[in-house]
């Protein structure tokens, strides 16, 4: 009989050294902006060596995206099994405006590299996450009001928060990030 291992977990140094290299990362992108994500920079400011990144994030983009999964893990955590009003426990509807309001914060605290990762394609926004936020707006709406088209109303609710359009109205057009809550909570068909 075969023995079953367990999945090859982190050591605890490597671990360490990803906590030290997305911090470094992080500051540099606040700092800096996605331009300013140089490979050598992040080693340097994370104490570790040129090689230990690329073998661990394979090059500038995978840093990127290692940025945006940290952050990501943080939100579907507080969406799925946080406190109310954004986790379980508040009536739909509260919920509904508290994770698009929480999602709009979230976006904007990530603009760049989500700008970066949403334009990489075509359909780069879709898929993933976006998945996972329709399914939970979609569950909440039909919660809220079961004869709404819960599966449409959830795109309608996400689509202003796309980064290219969040982008363009904050910097552009000199949007601020209230008037983009206010205007979903008037989105909101439900109330």
């Known amino acids: 009989m075969e023995a079953v291992t367990n999945p090859r977990r982190e050591r605890v140094d490597a671990a360490r050294n990803r906590a030290k290299i997305l911090a470094a990362a992080a500051e540099i992108v606040s700092v800096h902006g996605v331009e300013g994500l140089a490979m050598a920079e992040v080693a340097a400011a994370a104490g570790v060596g040129v090689g230990t990144l690329y073998r661990r994030f394979g ?42 309001h ?43 009001d079961p004869k709404a088209d ?12 796309a980064a290219s359009l969040l982008a363009h109205r904050l910097r552009a057009c000199g949007v601020t990030v209230d008037r983009v809550k206010s205007a979903l909570d008037q989105l909101l068909p439900l109330r």
Do not use: C, K, N, W
Request: glycine share 8%; aromatic share 10%; hydrophobic share 45%.
């Open 59 to 100: 090059d500038r983009s995978g840093l990127a995206y290692a940025l945006i999964d940290e952050r990501e893990r943080e939100f579907q955590s507080a969406f799925i099994q946080g406190p109310p009003p954004l986790g379980p426990g508040a009536d739909p509807v509260t919920r509904i405006r508290a994770f698009l």
């Open 102 to 144: 929480a999602l709009t914060d979230r976006t904007v605290e990530q603009l760049d590299l989500l700008l970066m990762a949403e334009t990489a394609s075509p359909f780069a926004r879709f898929g993933g996450a976006y998945d996972g936020y329709h399914a939970h707006l979609s569950m909440l709406i039909g919660q809220a």
């Open 150 to 161: 819960a599966y449409v109303l959830a795109d309608q609710l996400l689509a202003p928060l």
